[in-house]
């Protein structure tokens, strides 16, 4: 696990942001080299590796509120 991830409480099993998926990128060596070279912090955090993807996100909002939800490996909507 990496040292950053260490450092904070990652809040597992809660929502704790909403935001807007504005792409979705197949990973290339290419790809990988650039995330790795120019976000560094990002990469140490992810699974990077060729045939994967990767989201890119805008308009993150941290909820003041953390919402408790089970997880799921996919995109989803939440339902009150």
Request: hydrophobic share 40%; with cysteine; net charge positive.
């Amino acid at each position: 696990m990496s040292s950053l991830v260490k450092q904070h409480n990652m809040n597992y099993g809660k929502i704790i942001c909403k935001a807007e998926l504005v792409d979705c990128i197949y990973m290339t060596a290419e790809f990988i080299k650039y995330l790795k070279t120019n976000y560094p912090e990002e990469y140490k955090l992810g699974i990077y590796e060729v045939g994967r993807y990767a989201w890119i996100l805008q308009n993150i909002q941290q909820l003041n509120i953390k919402i408790t939800a089970k997880g799921k490996l996919n995109i989803w909507i939440y339902n009150n």
